[in-house]
C-alpha cells in the first residue's frame, strides 16, 4: 500500500516554492528553517525552532518565522499562556484543535461561526476583516497516556489528523 500524504522533502519544497511566489528571496537558512517546520506535527515556539535548526542564529530565525506569518505560510496559535506558538498553515480558511498537553495542532473546517461572525458584524456596524478559533482539547494521544498512566508525551510521532467538520 503506497501513502499519498507528501513527504517531508516534498512538503519542504512546497513551502519553498510558495515562499518563491510570494516574491521573498530563498535563502539556505530560510530552506533550513522551513525543513524544520515541515518535520514538525505539532504546533511550535520560534525556541523550540531555534534548537531544530543549529547554528542558524536566534535572530534569523525569529525573522524567518515572522516573515512566513506575514506570507501566509505559518499561523500564529493563540495559547493560554501567552506564549506564541506557530503552526503550519494549510491552504483556505480553517481553524485549529490545539492540545493543551502536547502542543499537537490538527485542523479543522466548516465550524459555522460565519452566521454568528456576520450578525456581529452587523450589531456593531462594522466591515468583517476576518476570525481565527482555537478549540484547545486533550488529544486522544494524551488521553490513552493519562489511560495507561504513562508520562505526557511533548511530540506524536505520527499525530492522527481530525476529521474536518462539514
Known sequence: MTSTSPT????????????AESG???????AAVLRALTSRSDGFTVEELCGDVRPVGRATVFRTVRLLL????????????????Y?????GHHHHAVCV????VDDF??????????????????????HRLEVYV??????????SGSAPSTHHAKH???????
Open 8 to 19: 517531508l522533502r516534498e512538503q519542504s519544497e512546497r513551502l519553498l516554492h510558495r515562499l
Open 24 to 30: 521573498a528571496r530563498l535563502t539556505p537558512t530560510r
Open 70 to 85: 506575514q506570507k501566509g505560510l505559518v499561523c500564529k496559535l493563540a495559547m493560554g499562556d501567552a506564549t506564541p506558538r
Open 87 to 91: 503552526a503550519l498553515s494549510r491552504s
Open 101 to 104: 498537553r502536547c502542543g499537537a
Open 109 to 130: 473546517r466548516g465550524c459555522d461561526l460565519d452566521d454568528l461572525v456576520q450578525r456581529v458584524a452587523a450589531a456593531a456596524e462594522s466591515e468583517v476583516l476576518g
Open 138 to 147: 486533550v488529544c486522544a494521544q494524551c488521553r490513552r497516556n493519562d489511560a
Open 160 to 166: 492522527q489528523k481530525f476529521r474536518a467538520i462539514e
